[in-house]
């Protein structure tokens, strides 16, 4: 069993930042992959970043390339999401979730098993 409690959301003005966390507990954190989604409302969740248990491949969509920042940091059992220049099309529910078995579908929610319960980010114009 592994629980995620994401943290750090909030309302922030367009071209602020926002950093989120995700601690996660129950089993061995450096084994799995992590992932953070968003679905902001009437939306589908949708993939934002990803990163591999050795931290070796950060993966971005497209929206957030070059503003958002994925990490994490095993020791701590940590993963964090440094969001920069925002805008008010990121608003939504963020979620992190936990891939336990590397999956290479890291952009679909099925891909992963475990996920926390959200945390809202809202983007004021």
């Known amino acids: 069993q592994v629980q995620l409690v994401e943290s750090g959301g909030g309302l922030v003005q367009a071209g602020g930042s926002l950093r989120l966390s995700c601690a996660a507990s129950g089993r061995t954190f450096s084994s799995y992959g992590m992932g953070w989604f968003r679905q902001a409302p009437g939306k589908e969740r949708e993939f934002v970043a990803g990163i591999t248990r050795s931290t070796a491949t950060r993966v971005y969509a497209d929206p957030v390339k070059g503003r958002f920042t994925i990490s994490r940091d095993n020791a701590k059992n940590t993963v964090d999401l440094q969001m920069n220049t925002l805008k008010p099309e990121d608003t939504a529910v963020y979620y992190c979730?936990?891939?336990?078995?590397?999956?290479?579908?890291?952009?679909?929610?099925?891909?992963?098993?475990?996920w926390g319960q959200g945390t809202q980010v809202t983007v004021s114009s």
């Open positions: 979730a936990a891939d336990l078995y590397g999956s290479p579908r890291y952009a679909l929610p099925s891909a992963y098993e475990y």
